[in-house]
């Protein structure tokens, strides 16, 4: 592990140590189990379901800026696809799970500061597939983007 | 920066160690100007353009995955986004900037290893708007991803 | 119109005999004022507007089958289009047009017998574009296509 | 069918008679077997398959005019569904049938008059599904529409 040994992290800049200590802190979360990929983590996503609504909250720093200087679009997309899946998973049989088939996005808004909630609901419910519905909130409540997406149902291996 | 300071690098697995060491890497690159956000120097993407195809290339590490081991649809989308807006920007006048307005993805194969190559061409180019098609390859060459993605043109801050 | 005049109406089968008579009378609702495109005509489309959703029934008869004999995708689209555009229209200022950039349909259940009916709902009002969710009802209450679209508000000429 | 007889078809204007000449000509298509299903002749579309892309081609008389006096959204539609939907039937086993999951369509320019051309051509041919594009041009060869769609492939009862 040289590299990280070499490099002396007092030479990062200010977003630079904070994007690490927010990496390392999902590590973490990681570890205690609150999530369960290292995207999730990443990105400090933590998540709630009422029954119906999956919401996922996730802080809107450099980590997700794109050039422009606000948040990028795929990211965007990744807090949404997660609160689908995560929503399709939850009601799918134990035996089962669900994977991105189609995945549709309007924004509707630029997200500059912050944090999002990225919230998911299923419209169709099948027994091959699911459609579900998702959309994201800055925290002035405004809507950023809308989405619907379709997803598979598979065997889980 | 006492969190980072304190915390035992040492301590991190390897997955996580891989993870910070491309993260470090990226900072580097966004240095020395080879990348301009945050999202594409994590994600180690490199891009190329042919005069009308552009390729950006990433590696398929823990760091994309969803909570199946394989390549997040968010991150999929996140390196298709990004291949279509810096066509997109390329393309565009000095003084205009061009962000997504809709993005529409099917996923076709998993990926779970490697690298992918995400690529971007336009289909149509508007004055107000552009429409592009997007596509992502594994290693092995098998097409994982195909999206197609409008932007709306406007004026640069 | 000598065309018109030589085929024996006679010789024209049940289905065929019907689909002129609603095409008949589809042309008789434009000359009242009550529709104002051949399409919707055509398709003996009457719509309702409760001040936030606007709602198009038409009846499902042979004229709207594929050879599989259920309802074609592409007329499902046309009613949800045309929820959508009226809607799209109906809001906008006198000196404006609103007209589909984008359209995203998921078909969850076929289309038999009966009547649809297809809802459309604002789901962002900017001053350029619009987004609406659009959805189509069976006789019997079951959704059978959800979709999203956008639509660019342009000058009237 | 007294219907149509007590309805003095000289009554109708030039746009009416077109109208029901194309659909009379549509019937008599389909009786020799030229089509499938109402909708494609009623709309007149014609098929060809080089064994790679399907091209319909139809005539844009006022059937498919919408409210503004140009091609509906949805009549483009349901010539790229078609296109797709026959392509995708075409290269299927004879004892499956394709129908359409999801469409997703941008467009990129009104069509006016002559006649339109939609092409499909596979993408992705999977062995549940099927991601195809499609797209339309106008008689000036200018692209009015992009498209992609994805089949489910199912036993035909």
Do not use: C
Not at 26 to 46: D, H, I, N, P, W
């Amino acid at each position: 592990m040289n590299t990280i040994n070499q490099l002396s992290i007092d030479q990062l800049n200010d977003d630079e140590k904070n994007i690490i200590e927010q990496v390392l802190k999902g590590f973490e979360s990681k570890r205690q189990g609150l999530t369960t990929s290292y995207v999730s983590a990443m990105y400090a996503m933590e998540h709630q379901f009422d029954g119906e609504i999956l919401n996922i909250s996730m802080p809107v720093t450099p980590i997700v800026y794109n050039s422009l200087g606000m948040m990028h679009g795929g990211i965007t997309a990744t807090a949404i696809d997660t609160a689908m899946g995560v929503l399709a998973n939850k009601i799918s049989p134990p035996d089962k799970a669900a994977v991105t088939n189609q995945l549709n996005l309007h924004y509707t808004a630029p997200i500059h500061t912050g944090s999002i909630q990225a919230f998911a609901k299923v419209i169709h419910h099948g027994s091959k597939s699911m459609v579900i519905e998702g959309w994201v909130e800055t925290a002035e409540g405004k809507r950023a983007a809308h989405a619907t997406g379709s997803f598979f149902i598979i065997d889980r291996k």
